[in-house]
């Protein structure tokens, strides 16, 4: 074996990322120093990107398991969904926060599709994407910048690809000035029968690199090169001479490697030298012995390069060779997570700042006088208003599935051809919530995830996640990060929602010269649920004059973490808002069998900006004004605009309205009539608050000034 | 009536239409391969689709003299011969590079892409993609381009407003064709166009996407429809 020139020690180890611990663990499982290439590849397999070493302890408390999980002829599926029809769905979401936040566009573009080669390389055709993002302060020029910028990247790659971006999120708040979020959801569908399940069985199967060909072609655009690969790679499992397959990522064809063979304890032989110099758009495929040519072919037909560079072996390792000479050997086994990369439980305490959450008390606020003058403050936050300068750069409607483009429901809604169903998708975590209470406030970003499907007419199946936090080595953001994994769980099991593979993201955080300021603890929820048939589509927006408005659920007098008590008091450190597990599964299961009974003209749950804002995007949309009273034995600011969880606003036909009652009343519902979809304006408790166009204007209008300037 | 729906490489949209085509409107559709150099199975009174092809042509090559797939050229014979072809999006950008129809179209004035429904108002009806169209309709389809501004020349402009060539322009819900209903600030508010002829069709709108009642948008369909009835009358008429 090839010995490199300097003596390996800690040093270069440190040098490589990796600590003296983790160095000296290396050398006491191999026998041996490492080499160079040996130490490189440590440094990559052992990182936090790859290994999750200081989160996966809590990841594993997650549940994994549930009904919904394909099964077929005897074995799980962990990543698919049995959607019925002879049908599976997988999804999975990824971070690319950290070449976002230095380098926008080239670098977010290329992690926004890599995310597609995640769903393809399992035989899945990505049918739906997803952005769930983080941005500073609004006002901030250098905001202004990196959202276009990051907006543009992901459309430009995201657009060329054929995959619509349905939905997603997008927040504004300080704490990301320095540290923005981008992270990217892909949901894809596949035929349970013509699954790649990645058993690389039987050795001397050869290992293939596929890429786009360099040369004469090399101008061609990012996406055409992933579209192709994507078109190819599902031809080419219908060859049924694939045996495993995975995409090369952002760690690097190693990892690629040890995924594909660690699964079945096999090993794998890789020459170097014969590894293209391709950064973009690569994928290892392993086929059968003697059926090579059929993937050959295809591959070719797409004008793609499809190069040998290796093969299984028996021997449980992964060997590089270069030059005819071994130059790196090294167990499967000790490089991948599960193995024996290290598995970190981090100390973690209570912040310091929850005891300024605990001091807050709702006494303290006055009701405003002028609720109008409130209503419009709130009403034109950059976290309230339409999101559609961002969106209308995203093709959403490509593939002929998007249900949503003219009436929009609380969960994106994407038809699935040839079967009468269709998916619920959304992405949903209010980091607010999660700053104030961890554990609450991700419980609650699974319930809202739930109650968006829910209210679109779909069923909940499973989760996905990315977790975004910021240092690890801090015990207070761990103290987040275990409060978050554990209310995350707690959730999930409480909706069956079993939790897929996700991301993780640590690090993100803000330095300034006397401190390090973290992000709030953002744990971004993907979540797919599924209509039976399609004719369950529930929208958002009013549909008729003279339909009655009701909210069903519990009202408080509660403000907590509101987007009221941050924009109109400047109030930081307040509680999560009112939450309660069994209230929201209850609401929800009540919300499903009305919409099952075809009672509801539309739902729309009370979320960010409180019940007023829920009216007016329902008023917005179907182009209808509203008459309300509000409950006098509530603040009015907290009736409006407070933000407690588990109630949602239906409309429906005043003939309906006895059917509707008694159907509460005997499920013991607790419930608020409104009052009614009126004439153009908005009027609450008599109060004219003004004609819906001019709330439009302002809902439709306001990013695009602050973020433009017109 | 036949349908051809020529495919690229990276053809997404041109798989929209084929569905909309085979799947909602039940016709008979020929997949064509951009690569395809003659089109020896269609005739004059069948229609071929274009609906992507940009990177393709992008990718094939950068030089003046060869900027298109092959099969362009066949597409050229066929229109010059009375054949109908519809162009929509990327489409209609290749039909007027390839010279049938007249103008071009530039970078949005936003620069931005932009996706969303947008309404439309039909123009003319003596056309065979709007014939079953009621000019006093306001449609609602869906937009999704960086580069459709359309721009010609001002005699262009008067010779196909005279011979009611230009077939939809970008109006407001109530059907006012004013500033603030160009979504991309195309001459005009134009939207789509034909030829002198009657048998070239650009659309940016894509008809395809607002075609099923699944996707709370229908009004695509009118133009399919409206190409149906006029084929076949004009079989009747032999």
């Given at each position: 074996m090839q010995q490199s020139e300097s003596p390996i020690t800690v040093e270069t180890a440190k040098k490589l990322g990796l600590s003296s611990d983790e160095f000296e663990r290396i050398c006491e499982m191999l026998g041996r120093i490492p080499n160079n290439t040996e130490l490189s590849i440590f440094s990559v397999m052992w990182s936090e990107e790859c290994s999750?070493?200081?989160?996966i302890f809590w990841l594993?408390?997650?549940?994994?398991?549930?009904?919904s999980i394909l099964k077929r002829a005897g074995k799980e599926y962990p990543n698919l969904i049995d959607i019925g029809d002879g049908l599976a769905c997988t999804f999975l979401m990824e971070s690319q926060n950290y070449p976002s936040s230095i380098e926008p566009d080239q670098e977010t573009g290329t992690r926004v599709s890599g995310i597609h080669r995640n769903i393809f390389a399992m035989g899945a055709r990505p049918i739906a994407s997803m952005n769930s993002l983080r941005f500073g302060n609004i006002e901030s020029n250098h905001t202004k910048d990196i959202v276009k910028t990051v907006v543009k990247g992901i459309g430009d790659y995201g657009n060329g690809?054929?995959?619509?971006?349905v939905g997603g999120e997008a927040y504004f708040n300080?704490?990301?000035?320095?540290n923005i979020l981008v992270n990217a959801m892909s949901v894809g569908i596949v035929n349970a029968g013509d699954?790649?399940?990645?058993?690389?069985?039987?050795?001397?199967?050869p290992v293939f690199i596929v890429s786009a060909r360099t040369g004469?072609?090399?101008?061609?655009s990012y996406p055409f090169q992933e579209k192709t690969l994507l078109e190819a790679t599902l031809e080419i499992i219908k060859?049924?001479?694939?045996i495993g397959m995975q995409k090369i990522g952002k760690a690097g064809i190693t990892e690629s490697m040890c995924q594909i063979i660690s699964k079945n304890a096999m090993g794998m032989r890789i020459?170097?030298?014969?590894?293209?110099?391709?950064?973009?758009?690569r994928m290892l495929v392993v086929a059968k012995k003697g059926e090579e040519q059929a993937i050959l072919d295809t591959y070719a037909e797409w004008d793609l390069s499809c190069e040998q560079i290796g093969e299984v072996t028996d021997t449980g390792q992964c060997e590089f060779w270069s030059n005819d000479e071994k130059i790196a050997e090294l167990p499967v086994e000790m490089l991948v997570k599960g193995g024996g990369a290290p598995v970190y439980e981090r100390a973690f305490k209570k912040p310091r700042y929850t005891k300024n959450i605990s001091k807050?008390?709702?006494?303290?606020i006055s009701t405003p006088k002028d609720i109008i003058k409130v209503a419009k403050k709130v009403f034109s936050s950059p976290n309230i208003v339409s999101r559609r300068w961002i969106y209308?750069?995203?093709?959403?409607m490509v593939g002929t599935n998007?249900?949503?483009?003219v009436e929009p429901s609380d969960a994106a809604l994407v038809r699935i051809k040839g079967t009468n169903k269709a998916l619920a998708i959304t992405t949903d975590c209010n980091s607010a919530y999660v700053y104030a209470d961890p554990y609450v406030g991700t419980m609650i970003a699974v319930a809202e995830a739930s109650r968006n499907i829910i209210c679109s007419g779909g069923i909940p199946v499973a989760i996905t996640n990315c977790l975004n936090f910021g240092d690890p080595n801090d015990p207070e953001v761990y103290w987040q990060f275990v409060h978050a994994i554990k209310g995350m769980g707690d959730a999930c099991r409480k909706f069956r929602t079993p939790v897929l593979e996700g991301d993780v993201s640590f690090y993100n955080q803000s330095i300034f010269e006397d401190k390090t300021e973290s992000i709030y603890p953002t744990p971004v929820i993907g979540m797919v649920g599924i209509l039976?048939?399609?004719?369950?589509k529930t929208t958002l927006n009013f549909k008729s004059e003279g339909d009655l408005i009701y909210m069903l659920g519990n009202s408080y007098n509660d403000v907590g973490s509101s987007e009221y008590l941050r924009t109109w008091?400047?109030?930081?450190?307040s509680p999560v808002p009112h939450f309660d597990m069994h209230e929201e599964y209850e609401i929800q299961s009540r919300i499903k069998e009305l919409i099952n009974q075809g009672l509801l003209e539309s739902a729309h749950d009370v979320s960010e900006g409180g019940l007023f804002v829920n009216l007016m995007e329902s008023a917005i949309v179907g182009g209808f004004g509203f008459q309300v009273e509000t409950v006098e034995t509530f603040k009015k600011d907290a009736f409006l605009f407070?933000?407690?969880?588990s109630r949602i606003v239906v409309s429906i036909q005043p003939n309906r309205e006895d059917d509707l009652q008694n159907f509460l009343i005997s499920n013991n519902v607790s419930f608020t009539k409104l009052g009614e979809v009126f004439g153009n304006e908005a009027i609450i408790d008599e109060i004219n608050f003004g004609s819906i166009e001019e709330w439009k204007r302002v809902y439709e209008n306001t990013l695009s000034e602050k973020i433009e300037g017109k | 009536m036949k349908f051809g729906v020529v495919l690229f490489p990276e053809s997404n949209c041109g798989r929209d239409v084929l569905h909309v085509l085979?799947?909602?409107?039940?016709q008979e559709v020929v997949e064509l391969w951009?690569?395809?150099?003659?089109?020896?199975d269609f005739s004059v009174g069948d229609c071929l689709v274009l609906s992507d092809g940009f990177a393709s042509r992008d990718n094939i090559g950068s030089e003046e003299n060869t900027p298109?797939?092959?099969?362009i050229n066949a597409v050229i014979d066929f229109a010059n011969n009375g054949g109908y072809v519809l162009g929509i999006c990327n489409g209609f950008q290749l039909l007027c590079e390839a010279g049938l129809l007249p103008g071009k179209l530039l970078k949005n004035e936003s620069q931005k892409f932009i996706c969303k429904n947008v309404h439309l108002k039909t123009?003319?009806?003596?056309?065979a993609i709007t014939s079953?169209?009621?000019?006093?309709l306001v449609l609602k389809i869906p937009i999704a381009h960086e580069q459709g501004r359309y721009h010609a020349e001002e005699t262009v402009v008067n010779e196909m407003d005279t011979n009611e060539q230009i077939l939809f322009k970008y109006c407001d819900e109530h059907g006012v064709i004013n500033t603030a209903a160009?979504?991309?600030?195309t001459l005009a508010n134009i939207a789509g166009i034909c030829n002198k002829n009657r048998n070239v069709f650009g659309l940016m709108p894509k008809p395809e996407r607002a075609s099923e009642a699944i996707l709370g948008?229908?009004?695509?369909?009118l133009l399919f429809d409206s190409l149906l009835t006029t084929a076949k009358v004009e079989m009747a008429a032999g």
């Open positions: 999750f070493k200081n989160s594993k408390t997650l549940p994994r398991e549930g009904k690809i054929g995959v619509p971006t300080n704490s990301y000035n320095q699954l790649d399940s990645n058993i690389v069985e039987g050795s001397e199967n004469e072609e090399a101008s061609c060859t049924g001479s694939v020459d170097l030298d014969k590894i293209p110099a391709i950064e973009v758009s807050f008390n709702i006494r303290q209308e750069q995203y093709d959403s998007s249900m949503g483009s039976e048939d399609v004719d369950l008091h400047g109030i930081q450190y407070g933000e407690s969880q | 085979r799947t909602v409107m039940k951009h690569k395809d150099t003659a089109l020896p298109f797939s092959p099969i123009m003319t009806n003596h056309t079953q169209i009621d000019p006093d160009n979504p991309n600030g948008n229908t009004d695509g369909r």
